[in-house]
């Protein structure tokens, strides 16, 4: 049961639904798989009419939950529509929660749209976007991190995504998460007890130590759980990779090389790139979405011009940038890669969002040379990858270097993640430093209780589970407070 425990903290995605939606008093249906020719094309009911539908639709008086029934779907002067299969889901035992109807019928538009319309005159609504998961967890069948992997699972782009997706649906995350909240109820409930009943010695945490030990515990969890979700962060989103540089430099050939295909045209025209051009391919498990960019340079040609200035744009909002140059001719005399980065951008990016690329190195004097170089600047040092589109040298190096710059090393068993829970978990270990401080600086039960109350809230936005736990029935089934 989700309860509302402050009145400016948002509960759900409730909002984006009509009020209609979330009293789930209708039955909405909508067809459940891509449209298009194929084998099957599947319908899906769910709501309290669901199964009287069922019945008007088929003409058959009773179906078995959880058993196929073949039917045939009749218009309502009792036309065939099609054939196929139906199956019932009785509540609560369904994925909404609800009665839940599945019409398996020939896969097609025409067919598919006819028997959706006839199910419409039965009286179902279309569901919206995302609607059935809604109800899903509206009726606490799983929670927002399971809901959201649904569609992580759907929209994964990497084997890896897709299988860290799958364990947030089975509710892996949300087991850690839970596991936290619980430890949190737990702080809470010493805390609260010790600020209500400051006579009872069994309570008296400030001097005993274990809260602290407790807290602390607490607190490298929290850690452990937000490194685990910035991996599968990755994992979901991927980064942005811009690749940039002067005409000719080799970005589109690089382009190429990453994709394993020719998907940017490369002549030895200059400026033969006047558009960016995007492409997303998966390398060592981390997802990476190329930009190709027209070359740096001053031009009087009005459309290279166009293409530069989407160039530059693309650069800023670059997770990674990739600076190619040619080392046969980029670098003149006594300048530097950094020189030239400079020169191109205006000014030095950070280290940790720049990695120049060393392109032709295949053509250079020396055969010793190392595919990485390291170039220091005052208190930094930024990486230089020498690398041949030609050959295929250092691209391999590349490719460990982007994972390493973005610390892209997921375990076997990592777990989907989005922006809103790396958000949530930085809140909580906050507010936990801040408990802490109270507890160990300034011994404050009340600010250490708020603090605690404060890392719950946010802790329990991952999840969707909102508790005003009752810390007084807690606190009397734990201590021997009312004897």
């Known amino acids: 049961m989700r309860v509302s425990v402050d009145s400016n903290v948002v509960l759900s995605p409730k909002d984006s639904f009509e009020s209609s939606v979330i009293a789930s008093s209708s039955t909405i249906a909508a067809i459940a798989t891509p449209l298009g020719r194929g084998g099957v094309g599947v319908i899906r009911l769910s709501g309290p009419k669901a199964y009287t539908m069922a019945r008007q639709l088929t003409g058959k008086s009773s179906f078995t939950p ?29 994925f909404t929660g609800e009665d839940v109807i599945e019409l398996q019928g020939h896969g097609g538009m025409i067919l598919q749209n006819q028997l959706l319309a006839r199910v419409f005159e039965l009286g179902a609504q279309q569901a919206q ?27 994964a782009t990497s084997a890896a995504a897709a299988s860290s997706a799958i364990r947030s649906l089975s509710g892996e995350f949300s ?50 759980v937000l490194a685990t979700a910035k991996q599968g962060q990755l994992l979901r989103d991927g980064i942005h990779v811009v690749l940039a540089g002067r005409p000719n430099a080799g970005k589109s050939s690089l382009l190429n090389r990453l994709a394993g295909q020719e998907r940017a045209i490369v002549t030895e025209v200059a400026g033969t790139t006047r558009d960016t051009l995007q492409e997303t391919v998966v390398l060592n498990g981390l997802t990476l979405h190329l930009t190709d960019t027209a070359g740096l ?9 166009i293409g530069i200035e989407r160039a530059r744009k693309a650069i800023t909002q670059a997770d990674i940038l990739l600076l190619v140059y040619d080392v046969t001719r980029d670098l003149e005399e006594e300048s530097t890669p950094l020189q030239l980065v400079e020169q191109l951008f205006g000014e030095l990016p950070d280290a940790q969002r720049l990695l120049i690329i060393a392109n032709k190195s295949d053509l250079l004097i020396t055969n010793d040379i190392s595919a990485i170089t390291k170039i220091q600047h005052n208190d930094s040092y930024y990486e230089q990858v020498n690398v041949s589109c030609e050959t295929g040298f250092g691209i391999e190096a590349l490719i460990q270097t982007l994972c390493d710059k973005v610390g892209f090393h997921p375990p076997e068993n990592s777990l989907i993640a989005r922006t809103r829970h790396i958000d949530a978990l930085r809140r909580t270990a906050d507010y936990l430093a801040e408990a802490h401080e109270q507890l160990i600086v300034f011994q404050a039960g009340e600010l250490v209780a708020e603090s605690l109350r404060q890392a719950q809230l946010s802790l329990g936005e991952i999840t969707g589970e909102f508790s005003a736990d009752d ?5 009397f089934g734990s201590f021997c407070i009312g004897k």
């Open 66 to 94: 959880r058993m196929a029934s073949f039917c045939r779907f009749y218009q309502q002067d009792g036309t065939v529509i099609d054939e196929g299969l139906v199956l019932y889901f009785k509540a609560p035992h369904s």
């Open 129 to 155: 976007a995302g609607e059935f998961s809604y109800r899903a967890f509206d009726n606490d069948k799983l929670d927002l991190l399971q809901a959201e992997a649904i569609a992580d699972a759907i929209d």
């Open 175 to 224: 087991q850690k998460i839970n596991h936290l909240l619980e430890q949190l109820i737990h702080l809470r409930l010493h805390v609260e007890a010790a600020i209500d009943f400051p006579d009872e010695e069994d309570v008296d945490f400030l001097s005993d130590g274990v809260i602290q030990e407790k807290l602390e515990q607490t607190q490298a969890q929290i850690q452990t």
């Open 297 to 305: 340079r001053d031009t009087e040609d009005t459309v290279e011009r």
């Open 471 to 475: 810390l007084l029935g807690k606190i």
